[in-house]
C-alpha cells in the first residue's frame, strides 16, 4: 500500500511563510502527478498547486506569486508558502497519482491568524 504523510502545518501571522512537505511510501514504480489540495471549513476542497513528472506546475489564481510547489527524487512534493493571508486557512492534503491510482494524505492544518 502506497501511504503519503504530510508535515510542515501550524499557526503562523499573517504574511508569514510556512514550507509544507510530503513523503510517499510503499510500493512506488512511477509517480506521474503531484499536487496539494485545501479544505476549509463549509468549503469545498480545491486545487492549490500541482506539478507533473516533466516539472510543469500549474497554481490557483489565489496563490500565484505567493506559493511554490517543487519534488525531489526522494519521492517527495512541497509547498512553500509565502505572504499568508487568513483566506489561507485550511486543511491542506497531499495528492499523488500513483502506477495510474490516487492517493490522498491525512492531511496537515495551516492556520493564518494574528
Known amino acids: 500500500q502506497v501511504q503519503l504523510v504530510e508535515s510542515g502545518g501550524g499557526l503562523v501571522q499573517p504574511g508569514g511563510s510556512l514550507r509544507l512537505s510530503c513523503a510517499a511510501s510503499?510500493?512506488?514504480?512511477?509517480?506521474?502527478?503531484m499536487g496539494w489540495y485545501r479544505q476549509a471549513p463549509g468549503n469545498q476542497r480545491e486545487l492549490v498547486a500541482a506539478?507533473?513528472?516533466?516539472?510543469?506546475t500549474n497554481y490557483a489564481d489565489s496563490v500565484k506569486g505567493r506559493f511554490t510547489i517543487s519534488r525531489d527524487n526522494a519521492k517527495n512534493v512541497y509547498l512553500q508558502m509565502n505572504s499568508l493571508k487568513p483566506e489561507d486557512t485550511a486543511v491542506y492534503y497531499c495528492?499523488?497519482?500513483?502506477?495510474?491510482?490516487?492517493?490522498w494524505g491525512q492531511g496537515t492544518q495551516v492556520t493564518v491568524s494574528s
Open positions: 495528492r499523488m497519482v500513483v502506477d495510474g491510482r490516487q492517493y
Open positions: 510503499g510500493s512506488i514504480f512511477s509517480i506521474n502527478a
Open positions: 506539478i507533473t513528472s516533466g516539472g510543469s
